[in-house]
């Protein structure tokens, strides 16, 4: 298979500052919206009113300021998209060499395991037919020299010759290289983890409830919300709009 090519990074592009926008005029109202909600005090059905119409003046100027950073925010973005191209045309051509390498190196490290366990098993068994043939001479000789019992006895006890036999990797220990294996667990029976969660098996944040569907679920139901293990905790809200 031909070599893959590694591609030169292009060229970067200088990126420039986002100059900032004038927002004297939009401090002003923001202040003075502060100090009003400081010294307001809500007494009657007028100061109410007052509170609420100060309320709607703050989306109002929340409103004036996403139009005032919205050019300066979108050219900041695309700034910030083009200085992470470019560290990606810097990076990405490592990154494969890196992939590459790695690759090619767990090849050899299992053709070279596949290689020890077959030299491992010639050698034990090798190792079992020598151990074999002299168990079998001794016996031999035993029974000649009368002892048969002692023969039976050699014959039926357990091998030992192949138990030491190890051959080592042929894959060089190299510094900083540290080989390791790669675990990432796949759910293929979600009842069955949430069962054995229950019976106390495995602790309980092996399993995390899902907020987003239960607080939707809530939201559909309202006050007739039941879930077991849940209590529906009501807040009061204020939603501002237009006049």
Sequence with gaps: MPAKTVAKPATTTVVQAVPMPDTQHID???????????????????????????LIRVKDVIKEIDATFDTPTKAAYQAWKAVLAARDKHAEPLELVEKLIKSKMVEYQEEAEAQRKVEEERLRLEAKKAEEE????????????????????????????????????????????????????????????????????????????NMVKINAHARAFGKNFKVPGCELKTTKGIAVGGK
């Design 134 to 209: 002299d168990i079998q001479k001794r016996a031999e000789d035993l029974i000649k020299n009368g002892r048969p019992e002692d023969a039976l006895i050699l014959l039926e006890g357990e091998p030992t010759a192949t138990s030491g036999i190890i051959v080592p990797t042929s894959v060089p220990k190299v510094k900083g290289i540290v080989n390791k294996d790669l675990h990432q667990v796949v759910v293929t029976d979600l009842l069955a983890l949430v069962k054995a969660v229950a019976q106390g098996e495995f602790p309980l944040d092996f399993i995390e409830a």
């Design 28 to 54: 002003s109202k923001s202040f003075a919206l502060l100090e009003f909600a400081e010294r307001l005090v809500i007494k009657d059905e007028p100061t109410y009113v007052a509170a609420a119409d100060s």
